[in-house]
């Protein structure tokens, strides 16, 4: 059984609100980074990335509701293996209908219908599918270095006039309380009982 670390207990709560103190700049930058984010979207010249390139790269895809999260090119790749996969099975089926005795086996033939039918449902949904992004709440300007742990956590990073922001999806308690900041501080083996505990 996996030892469950408590991020949370008031030994590891200090140890993360250190955490939060050394690596994030300031206090939030909402305001900022959204207004640099309207002007750029209105096609203005300023430092901040498109809408396209504010979010991490990682592709999954949810076919129930439509949404996918993650690169064009992740998703295209996607729909060509499927497509590849029909097409073996369109090949097959052929070949089935194509009997030498001219009496194909009709559970075979109807197996067969029911995966190509599957596979074209997959790939019109994967087709249609609207992109999900991560529902940003805050801007906080952070550490370069710290930006790369938050960003190996799929967290939302941008560059914006030399400075690093992250694009926080929680809101409403303190930082040093969201997951993301008890796992970098698991990761780097600082929280109470680690190797390199700061209590």
Known sequence: MENRID???IENQNICEKLVNRYIIGGPQTSLIE???R???EGNDVDVPSFEDRYPEGFTADLSTGEWTGSYSEKEDKIIGLRLLLSDKEDELSDVQDSEDGYPDQLVVDQLQKEIDELESDIYDLEKADPKYPEVYEWWMVDSWFAEKLKAK???II???N????GRQATGQAILLDN???EIASDMQILAGQANSWS
């Open 163 to 166: 400075n690093t922001y992250w």
């Open 39 to 41: 002007l750029k979207d």
């Open 7 to 9: 991020y949370h207990s």
């Open 180 to 182: 993301v900041i008890g």
């Open 35 to 37: 207004a640099l984010f």
């Open 154 to 156: 799929d967290e939302v």
């Open 159 to 161: 560059e914006a006039y």
